[in-house]
């Protein structure tokens, strides 16, 4: 288990891994979950990447060990982005968002696109992801709101359970794999999981600005992800300097449900850009 470190960013103490020293010819590279995710998503990966890099991944604010802070939007959570690397002295870096995640990193590249080396985006979308629709999410918020995130842990528990997640857990292990997703839920703020899936599910669409980002880019989705699927076609059409890796066997979370190809595919993004 990695250490949990933690920095003031704004409002915030965002708690972050870094493993891996700082090497003066090989840009960092930064770790961003997605929705009622956390660090832990990336646990087993950052080691891998770290023989002669630093590697960073943090907890957005309402979710792992970070504070718990509205508002819940695209701009606070940019600004959190920004606000990390600031306080860790970070110029540059090769960034990967998963899911939410990825709709963090697309808008903070937009704004700052000198701050990224490159980026890789991962079961993400543009725009809106609708995963729920709004009765769905309403009928959630209730019941986070009495009980607490973790009283969605019975529903994900008891749900169809695919192939391609059932590949997940046995990477981990059944035990494991379902402790890490209660200690998230655990550890999520309900107000952050009310607000954020209504904003996943209505905001605009960056995928036209995206024709002007140039930054080195792999968009990667697992194969068997169908609600992100068109939208990372979109976005490899879209962006300039893009190229679209499907990682067979796989969902919504490939770093757990194919790992090899997973981690091929993020090593040779990293080996075919700069640094």
């Known amino acids: ?20 020293e700082a090497h003066e010819r090989k840009t960092p590279f930064i770790l961003v979950h997605g929705f009622t995710g956390s660090k832990l998503d990336f646990q087993d990966q950052l080691a891998w990447f770290s023989s002669n890099r630093r590697v960073v991944a943090y907890d957005q604010r309402g979710h792992g060990e970070t504070t718990n802070a509205t508002p819940y939007d695209f701009y606070s959570l940019v600004n959190d982005f920004f606000g990390l690397i600031d306080a860790l002295n970070i110029k540059k870096a090769h960034v990967l968002g998963h899911s939410m995640g990825g709709m963090v990193v697309m808008r903070a590249a937009l704004a700052q696109p000198q701050r990224f080396e490159s980026i890789i985006l991962m079961d993400t979308a543009p725009g809106p992801a609708g995963l729920f629709g709004q009765d769905v999410r309403l009928q959630l918020a209730e019941l986070v709101a009495e009980h607490g995130c973790a009283a969605l ?35 999520m703020d309900p107000l952050a999981f009310t607000e954020l899936a209504d904003l996943m599910a209505e905001h605009p669409s960056v995928l036209s600005s ?61 080996a075919g850009v700069i640094s």
């Open 153 to 187: 842990l019975d529903g994900m528990q008891n749900g169809r359970q695919p192939a391609h997640m059932r590949r997940g857990m046995e990477h981990l292990g059944h035990k494991e794999h379902w402790r890490r997703i209660r200690v998230k839920l655990q550890q």
């Open 210 to 270: 995206l024709a002007n980002l140039e930054t080195p880019t792999t968009v990667i989705v697992g194969a068997k992800d169908k609600p992100f699927l068109k939208s990372s076609k979109a976005m490899a059409a879209t962006l300039p300097n893009a190229k679209l890796v499907k990682i067979a066997r796989a969902g919504h979370s490939p770093q757990y449900e194919n790992t090899e190809p997973w981690r091929e595919a993020v090593d040779t993004h990293l």
């Open 1 to 20: 288990m990695h250490v949990s470190h933690f920095v003031a960013n704004g409002v915030l103490q965002t708690a972050y891994w870094s493993i891996g």
